[in-house]
């Protein structure tokens, strides 16, 4: 699962490495026969994954199995970067939501139907779990959301422009879409905020996604905080930064809290599903492909960094290749905190950047 996940979202992330090292000018411009055949969106990944757990199941039936890998095979075709069946992306989106919930409620049935062959009552089920349902949740959320369009109108009035609503309404919908947040919200706050032209990409790469990481707490929250701080930063200096940071911090809490109750409804409701529990399985594998991929964007971007003061690309990205393991290999024998490990490599950084510009 983590090698399907690598090929189907790296080749935007490969192709920038290439043409970085063999000096091959901007990869956008490149005849469309070398444009990647996939590389598709966290959120494609992820409804791929879904599909085929819901579906095939732990089904050993190979027409089943034919079906659902080539339902998928197709979607990811008709949503690549190369167009590809294009005109079926739609169609196929609905085909595979309809089996896919058919699956999983006839899955579900079967399995109470065999509980109660078994003795097993429903209503006492529900009398030992609880029947009401707790409140106080909702009521969180409903604070933060109102807390957040407070924000966000704020960030209107001060701005005059419509991008405060625009940004608030993408780090809601990206929030959402990352699961809980983590480090696989790089990849999508890439796709949400700089593909869109909302935020340069230089300004991500090496401003967020940097310091996003040794940053406290969760880093949904430090890396919207981040987009709308740039975001902000560009519309009308340090205030407006500020208030789009906060408001970039404000969504990804209501979003995650929102998501988390959501989830645990229908974890409730579904926790006899075979499939669920395999949906739970395959996840991380799926993230860890992605995380694959943002590892590459970092290593890119770092290499490109180095090279700017003179040095070969290949020689630049053998730096960076060095730098890592170096980090890699202090953090499991030293065990200091992930911001130690920033200032100190910053430093390093800069001071060995700076020495060597002024050599060349």
Known sequence: M???????RFGNDIRRLISMLFDLGNFHEWPPITRSVFALSML????????????????KNKVK?????????????AIGRMGILSPLAIPLVVVMILLAVTSVLYDTLRARSQRKDHGLEEGSMRKNNGSKLDLAPIKNILLFLVVALGLTGLAFVSSGDGIAVNFALRGLTSSLQSFGGGEVFY????????????????F????VMGIAGAMPGPVIVAILSGVGFGIGA????IGLAWIFGIVGGSMAITATGFGALTLYMVFDYLKDSPRLKMIV???????????????????????????????????SLLIVMVMLVTMITLNRK???????????GGGFTLVGLTVISGLF
Not at 50 to 59: A, D, E, H, T, Y
Not at 187 to 192: G, K, L, N, S
Request: glycine share 8%.
């Open 44 to 59: 494609d990944i992820i409804l791929i994954l879904f599909f085929l757990v819901c579906f095939i199941g732990s089904s």
């Open 234 to 237: 560009n519309l009308g200096g």
């Open 334 to 344: 030293l065990k200091m905190p992930d911001i130690l490990y920033f200032l100190v």
């Open 187 to 202: 990849a999508i706050a890439e796709e949400t905020f700089v593909q869109t032209e909302m935020l340069s990409r230089d």
């Open 2 to 8: 983590v090698a399907l996940s690598l090929v189907l």
């Open 65 to 77: 199995r034919g079906m659902g890998i080539g339902l998928a095979l197709l979607y990811a075709l």
């Open 281 to 315: 399985k395959y996840i991380i594998p799926v993230v860890c492909g992605v995380l694959l991929s943002v590892s590459l964007q970092l290593i890119e971007r770092s290499a490109w960094v180095i090279s700017s003061v003179g040095i070969p690309i290949f020689m």
């Open 204 to 207: 991500y790469m090496t401003h």
